[in-house]
């Protein structure tokens, strides 16, 4: 009788490890960004609830076909910005919540800015 008890706790430890384990947070998500014209800077960026906000990371020149990996663990959004000289920058912000319920099922983010010159 002990022994069976003994093996049930071990196993349900080791589940609740494995999902502990599991669930950091990070998710890959494929990124499709282009630009009118193209040959634009793509740069992304995580704004966290607990204020440590991430730098922004370069993805490179447009157009680009990416999966990146993003730790959404208290995420509140991901912002994507082009820029190319003599063009104004383009931005565009996504709830985390957002991004991810897009990014499902492996469906890309896909965004296409239409850049101004100045």
């Given at each position: 009788m002990i022994n069976?008890?003994?093996?049930?706790?071990?196993?349900?430890?080791?589940?609740?490890?494995?999902?502990?384990?599991?669930?950091?947070?990070?998710?890959?998500?494929?990124?499709?960004?282009?630009?009118?014209?193209?040959?634009?800077?793509?740069?992304?960026k995580i704004e966290?609830?607990?204020?440590?906000?991430?730098?922004?990371?370069?993805?490179?020149?447009?157009?680009?076909?990416?999966?990146?990996?993003?730790?959404?663990?208290?995420?509140?959004?991901?912002?994507?910005r082009v820029i190319?000289?003599?063009?104004?920058?383009?931005?565009?912000?996504?709830?985390?919540?957002?991004?991810?319920?897009?990014?499902?099922?492996?469906?890309?983010?896909?965004?296409?800015?239409?850049?101004?010159?100045?």
């Amino acid at each position: 009788m002990i022994n069976s008890t003994v093996k049930t706790l071990i196993s349900l430890a080791l589940m609740m490890l494995l999902v502990a384990c599991g669930s950091s947070g990070r998710k890959d998500v494929p990124l499709a960004i282009y630009s009118d014209p193209l040959g634009a800077y793509a740069l992304l960026k995580i704004e966290y609830s607990d204020r440590r906000d991430s730098d922004w990371v370069f993805l490179g020149p447009t157009p680009i076909k990416i999966s990146k990996s993003i730790d959404f663990e208290q995420a509140k959004n991901v912002t994507l910005r082009v820029i190319r000289e003599n063009f104004q920058e383009q931005s565009k912000t996504w709830s985390a919540k957002e991004f991810i319920k897009i990014s499902k099922n492996g469906n890309k983010i896909f965004w296409s800015p239409s850049m101004v010159k100045n």
